[in-house]
Every structure is written in C-alpha cells, then in structure tokens.
C-alpha cells in the first residue's frame, strides 16, 4: 500500500458519516454526564439546580445482567464420523484457552459497548508477550478503529479495509519497529533535528530516511494527526486490507478447498490423479500494513491462519439508510433529557416564590426582598408612608399546581425511558403492572428478553466468530506436530487422553495419521446449556421438583444427574460415589482394568443372586400353577353340576311359561265366546220385545176382518202362537 492510498482511505474515512459523536454522548449518559455545558449555564442564569436522575444506568445494567446470566460456552462439532475425537479435543483446548486469555470479559465489555452506542469490537490475535498466553482476546475501543463504510456483511468479509489507529510513545514505538530506529526518533520529533541519525555510516540509512523526508514534505496529513513532538509519540496506523487476484483453486474430495501451489509437487499429483480439481475464480488475499504517520514501514501477507480482519465486531442496531450504528441509549435520551428537565424544574417551583408589591410598599431594595423572601425566617420591613395600606401592596404567591402538573409528567417519562428500550419493570426486579403470580412476572421477564432479541442475535453471532478466530489460531499452532490432550477433566467422567497427529501403519502397512487435524472438518457453535451459576440453580430447582414426583426406583436412576446440576462443594466426588454405587453413567471404556475386574465380579455376583431369585420364583411359581390346577379342577365339577341343574331350572321355567301361555290362550278363547254368546242372546231378547209390541195390533187386525166376512165353508185351523224357545 502506497502513501497514496493511504491518504485517499484517511479521506473516504474522513467523509463518512459522523456517528462517533453521538455514540460518546450516549456514553456519557450511562456515566450520568447529561447536562452540556450550554444547559449548565441556563440552569445557572434560572436559579436551577443542576439535576441528574439517572434512569439509563439501572436500565442498561439489567440488560447487561441477561448477558451475564445467559453466558454459554463455545463448542467445536464434528461434520463427519472421522472428526469425533478431534473435535472432542479442540472442544477442550479451545474452552481451556478461552478461560485462560479471559475471553468472556473481553466479549463482556464489547456487549457492554454494542448495548450503549451499538459497536463493540474484540480483538483476537497472536501475543507478542512471551510471559502471557500465546493468544490475546482484548476488547477494542471503537474510537480507535474505522472500516469500510460501503461493507454489507456483518461480519466484514466483503469490507476492503480495516484501520486501526493508536498512539504509541517512542520507545515502545522502538520495540515495536526495531529496523526503523533512525525513522521512528525523525518522526517523533517532526523532523525538527538530523544529528545523531548518520552516526553508524550506513548508507541504506540515509536512502530511507531521504525517501521518508521527501513523504514528509509530500504529504496532505497534518503534522498533528500523526506525530506529537512534545510527549515524544507518533501515531501508528494497522491496516489490514484486502487485495483480489484471479488465480486456481483445487477443490478436494472431501470438500476443502486449497490455494494451487505450482512448486508444490503434492499439487500436481493430486491433479494427476484426479483427487482434485483445478478451478480457476477470483478470490481475497488478506494484507497487513503499518505506517508510522506517512511513512510505511510494514506490507505483509496477513499471518493469520484465515482470511478476515482479527477485529470482531458486535453491532447492536443499524440505519436502514445510512447503517450508523446505535444502540439502546439513543432511544432513552430523549425521556431521560425530559425527566431531568421536568425534575430540575418541579424542585425549583417548590422553592420559587413570585413577589407582587407596589414601587413604595418597602424601603428595600429587590434584591433585599427577594433574599428575604427565600429564607424561612425572613423579615421585610413594610414602608409605613406607602399609599396603597391593604393586602394588595405587598404579597407573596407560590403556584404548587405547576409542580403538581410537572411531577406527572416526569413519572410518564420515566415509563418511556423503559418502554422505548424494551425493559420492563419486572426485568429490573420491581413489581409494577398488577403482575403478582410469578408466572406473570415470569412471562413479563420473557417478553423483555424477546424484546432484546435483535441485540442478543448480533452478540451471539459475533461471540461465534471470537470461538472461530481463537480456534483458527490453536489448529494453526498444532499443525502437524503429535499431541496428546486430556478431556473430561474436573469432571464426574473419567479422564480420556486423545492423539492428535499420531503416525500409525494400517493393515496394509501404509503409514496414516490418526485424527488429523489439517483434514478434519469441524466448526465452532455456542452451546445450548448455559454455564451461569443462576442458570445452573433454576435447573437445579427444576430438576429436585422433578424427581419428587418420580417413584423410588427412578429417583435412584436419576440422582447423580440432578447433583451434578447443582453448585454444591465437591459435587464431583459425590456423583462419582453415587455412579459406583447405583452403576449408572459408567462408560466401561473409560474405566481402569482394576476397576473395570471390580465391576465385572460385582456384575457376576449379582447375576448369580439374579439366578438364584430367578429359580426360586420359578419354584413358587410352579407350586402355584399346580395349585392353581387342582382349583380348576374342583371348579370345573362343581360348575358341571351347577350346568345340569341350571339346565334342569330352565327347562322347568320353559314348561311352565308354555303352561302359562297356553291357560292365557285358553282364557282369551273363553272370553271371546262368552262375548259372542252374550251378543246373541241381546238379539233374541230385542227380537222377542219387537214382535210382542206388536202382536196386540195384529191380533186385533185379524178379529175385525173376521166379523165382516161371512164364515167359510172349509173353516181353515185355528193359527196357534208359537211357542217360545227357552233360553
């Protein structure tokens, strides 16, 4: 990178957007610096006090305090079966090296920055302090680090460029870049001397520091941007940037994908044997660059392991727009600007007292009145030769409504301030909205969380990308060099060593490495189980409700699971104990061959007691089938006889229901004919009464006919009556 490109990348920073600014001013007010200076000196002309009532502060520390509380470890998985056991072991290192390098504060301090202003950065990279951990996880201050602002991505992959500026004294600067002695005393002290700098005669000396003048003379930077003679310091700036190349790539059968390397005879058998393919693409090179002011003393290939910027960045939120980063502050100044507005104002109208008085209703002046007037024991001496003597000539007021209407108003701020961040009261332990259960605050408590689930999201991703950069360097380091690494350690589990990088022979006698890590194909996540104590004591609590519930039995099952839940002293040794004892959770693999001949004889003895019982249930179960036979017996001779008489009784009930439907039969008959007798008997009887109604009639019919005829010859018998049939 040319001094050229240098100026014009300062430029394009220089002309994005100016967001810094109000990111301090949202840190000033976590801090409780809300009042400027300009409201300062207002307050001062109005008589105010200059109040703070810090509501941000509380705010924002309750949602740090979910970060802290939801904290999860990294995890390295496997994408296939061959990666196992080297992702188990990168798992360990890489947890190891994270508690060692304090990862977890630095990943704090950058959510702490990414809640406040909305950018947080971490630093993951190589220690150049042998005393240390070979690695520095380090939180960035976002002051010192500027981007390219046409980046998409949240993860800067497709940014061009990434500067870091810092300050650096002369003899750290002389630690730092030890070939550029004679350039960094030049720039420290403005060129303002030459002596001292031809003393060792060498010629490429005076070349550079010629060429690093006529930069100096050149240059559009002013001198106060990257030089201060007076402390004896210069600003050093860190670029790392990317150059694109057109090049081939060979695409590997498991899927890596690796730089053709044309001097690399592996390369060309690969090709050859057609276990790789060549792709010719366009792809990123990574490049790391420092300048000294204007003077550049350093352009390398990036020596990370891969091929982003060693800055992480957390974002909070974004502009649609203009992708200024915020974060919840902006959205909590405004309410807090007018609860402490509100509040300075409503003290000030509960001591303010307004004077109404004649020109001559006192000899003193108005100064001297109005310090009386404040004093709770003031005097004012009335004039006595005033004209106006009643009430009117001189009279005090304070307007408590105004106070009244402006403590209303700062109270309905104070719920904006929560409202317009997404915290609730019950997220900050207080009980407010007639949510009593603790179901109800509970799921007041979620929809906080749910609230914040943007911010969380961007953490989470950014905090995996620590996990990768930190894993990218420990693979790196490994390389291809045999190691041993101990898993399971301070855990219930027994120990388990793994070898990474271990030379074998197989069964056909080639030489192979076992779990190598070059080849393996892992990657880094968060895990699910959350590492915090209050985490572990709610899974705890959940796990005793639990197992009160289950049966005996199962509560044995179950009883190192729920210890080793728990945060009790030495709870380790106590679910190892429990595991012995009740023989659940042992691995037999994982066990020594002493312990593992203990089991195996316990096991043998038991299985035997097994037997014995087993025989023994067989006998009483046989005595009891014989027993049980011999009932069945008796009871099927019995139920025979019962059968016959239960046939004999229903055959009776049968003949005696035929006999009863028959005698109904019968009777229905009887009843039928007397019926139909009784009719005709009725019809007799009216016939007989009809004819002897109207016999008389007839009888005397048949004697007037006689008289008027003469007798006959033949006299005809005499007609007789019938004789009537008896009944």
């Given amino acids: 990178m040319s001094l050229l490109q240098l100026e014009a990348m300062l430029n394009e920073i220089g002309m994005q957007p100016t967001w810094r600014d109000e990111a301090q001013r949202a840190a000033a007010y976590y801090d409780g610096k809300q009042l400027s200076p300009d409201v300062l000196q207002t307050l001062k002309d109005r008589g105010q006090a200059p109040l703070v009532y810090n509501l941000i502060g509380p705010t924002i520390d309750a949602v740090l305090g979910i970060e802290a509380k939801t904290r999860t470890d990294w995890i390295v998985r496997a994408d296939d079966d061959y990666s196992t056991e080297v992702a188990e072991a990168l798992n360990e290192r890489l947890n190891e090296t994270a508690r060692v390098t304090m990862a977890n504060r630095a990943c704090a301090d950058g959510y702490a920055a990414e809640v406040k202003t909305g950018l947080g950065w971490v630093e993951v990279n190589r220690n150049s302090d042998p005393f240390e951990a070979p690695y520095r996880v380090n939180y960035v201050s976002r002051n010192e680090i500027f981007w390219d602002w046409h980046a998409k991505r949240p993860d800067l992959k497709d940014a061009r460029y990434l500067v870091r500026e810092r300050w650096l004294d002369e003899d750290r600067a002389l630690l730092a870049f030890p070939k550029h002695e004679h350039l960094v005393k030049a720039a420290v002290n403005g060129w303002r001397a030459w002596e001292g700098m031809w003393d060792d005669n060498r010629s490429h000396t005076m070349v550079e520091l010629l060429h690093a003048y006529g930069e100096y003379q050149e240059t559009v930077l002013d001198e106060d941007t990257w030089f201060d003679f007076e402390r004896r310091r210069v600003r050093v700036f860190e670029i790392w940037y990317r150059t694109y190349q057109r090049g081939v790539v060979l695409k590997?059968?498991?899927?890596?994908?690796?730089?053709?390397?044309?001097s690399n005879p592996v390369?060309?058998?690969?090709?050859?044997?057609?276990?790789?393919?060549?792709v010719a693409s366009v792809f990123p090179k990574m490049r790391l660059c420092y300048f000294l002011g204007c003077h550049r003393v350093v352009d390398i290939p990036s020596p990370l392991p891969h091929n982003n910027f060693p800055y992480v960045p957390l974002w909070g939120f974004r502009e649609d727009g203009t992708g200024i980063p915020y974060g919840l502050i902006r959205r909590m100044m405004s309410p807090q600007d007018e609860v402490n507005a509100?509040?300075?104002k409503m003290m000030w109208l509960l001591s303010a007292k307004r004077t109404i008085m004649d020109s001559d209703a006192t000899t003193m002046d108005i100064e001297e009145v109005n310090e009386e007037i404040q004093r709770p024991d003031g005097?004012?001496?009335l004039n006595p030769s005033r004209q106006n003597r009643d009430q009117y000539a001189f009279r005090v007021e304070q307007d408590f409504q105004l106070a009244s209407q402006q403590f209303e108003v700062m109270v309905e701020s104070q719920r904006m301030i929560q409202d317009t961040a997404g915290v609730y009261s019950a997220l900050l332990g207080r009980q407010d909205g007639g949510a009593e259960s603790g179901v109800a605050i509970a799921s007041l408590v979620e929809q906080g969380s749910t609230t914040l689930a943007e911010l969380n999201d961007n953490y989470r991703f950014g905090r995996r990308m620590v996990g990768e950069h930190l894993l990218a360097l420990i693979t790196e380091d490994i390389d291809r060099d045999p190691q041993q690494i101990a898993t399971n350690v301070a855990k219930p589990e027994r120990s388990k060593v793994i070898f990474l990088n271990r030379p074998e022979v197989d069964e056909s006698g080639h030489k192979v490495i076992t779990n190598d890590v070059?080849?393996?194909?892992?990657?880094?996540?968060?895990?699910d189980i959350q590492a915090t104590a209050g985490y572990r004591a709610q899974v705890a609590n959940r796990l005793?409700?639990?197992a009160s519930t289950l049966p005996d039995d199962v509560k044995v099952a179950v009883l190192d699971i729920v210890v080793e839940a728990t945060d009790i002293p030495q709870r380790e040794e106590i679910v190892k104990r429990i595991r012995k004892v009740t023989g659940t959770g042992i691995n037999p693999d994982e066990m020594a061959p002493e312990e593992r001949e203990a089991m195996e004889q316990q096991q043998a003895i038991e299985a035997e007691e097994r037997q014995l019982n087993l025989e023994e249930l067989r006998e009483k179960v046989n005595k009891l089938r014989s027993e049980a036979a011999k009932a069945r017996s008796t009871a099927e001779n019995t139920d025979a006889k019962t059968e016959s008489q239960r046939y004999a009784d229903r055959k009776t009930d049968a003949e005696t229901d035929k006999i009863l439907l028959e005698m109904q039969q019968l009777t229905q008959q009887m009843a039928q004919a007397t019926q139909q007798m009784q009719e005709q008997v009725a019809t007799g009887e009216r016939t007989i009464k009809a004819y002897e109604s109207v016999l008389p009639d007839v009888m005397r019919l048949k004697a007037a006919g006689a008289a008027e005829q003469p007798a006959p010859k033949n006299p005809q018998p005499t007609m007789t009556r019938p004789q009537q049939p008896t009944t």
């Fill in 252 to 262: 590997l059968q498991d899927g890596r994908v690796i730089e053709y390397d044309q």
């Fill in 342 to 344: 509100r509040r300075s």
């Fill in 544 to 546: 005793f409700e639990l």
């Fill in 379 to 381: 005097v004012v001496i």
């Fill in 267 to 278: 390369h060309h058998a690969a090709i050859v044997h057609k276990t790789a393919k060549p």
């Fill in 518 to 527: 070059y080849r393996a194909k892992t990657q880094v996540a968060l895990d």
